[in-house]
């Protein structure tokens, strides 16, 4: 069975806190995740994720703000990387994007994270800019790369 993608409700918050965990140095909590599962009344952020089997195996979190959308955080459990799972996420996100009228998608990545730069480059996203010493990592901070697409 493919995965399907789907917009995460609250009960999903545990998983995404579980694969950020996993996947992720300075991972969300579950708190923050349910802010953006459902409808939070007054929150901007939406969050899609991968399902197969009634499993969650990967998410994205995006924002759009009035013709400029923002991805914020997008995972899969290892287990399934190099699977198009990640690939699959921000397409569609970009999808919900241009649907809801989006021009540009932004989003910043570390500089260390030399598959999750593939992924964005292969979409068309080009280097903007970088933040230094943005992101925490064991002994110090690192930089993140600012990266953009028009959509």
């Known amino acids: 069975m493919p995965h399907a ?3 995460a409700c609250l009960a999903d918050a545990g998983w995404l806190a579980a694969i950020d ?4 140095f300075n991972p969300w909590n579950e708190q923050q995740f349910a802010l953006v599962c459902g409808t939070t009344a007054g929150y901007r952020e939406s969050a899609l ?18 013709d400029e959308g923002s991805i914020h955080n997008l ?12 690939r699959l996420l921000l397409e569609a996100a970009v999808a919900e994007m241009i649907r809801a009228d989006a021009r540009r998608c932004l989003l910043e ?10 992924l964005y480059e292969g979409n ?3 280097l903007d800019g970088v933040r230094k010493n ?3 990592k064991e002994g110090g901070r690192e930089d993140a790369l600012l990266m953009s697409r028009e959509l």
């Open 5 to 7: 993608i789907r917009p």
């Open 21 to 24: 965990a996993e996947v992720s």
């Open 49 to 66: 994720v991968a399902v197969e089997y009634n499993s969650v195996h990967g998410f994205v979190v995006f924002s759009q703000v009035l």
């Open 75 to 86: 995972a899969v459990r290892s287990a399934y990387h190099r699977k198009g799972l990640g």
């Open 109 to 118: 990545v570390r500089r260390s994270n030399k598959a999750a730069r593939r």
């Open 124 to 126: 068309g996203f080009a």
């Open 134 to 136: 943005y992101y925490p």
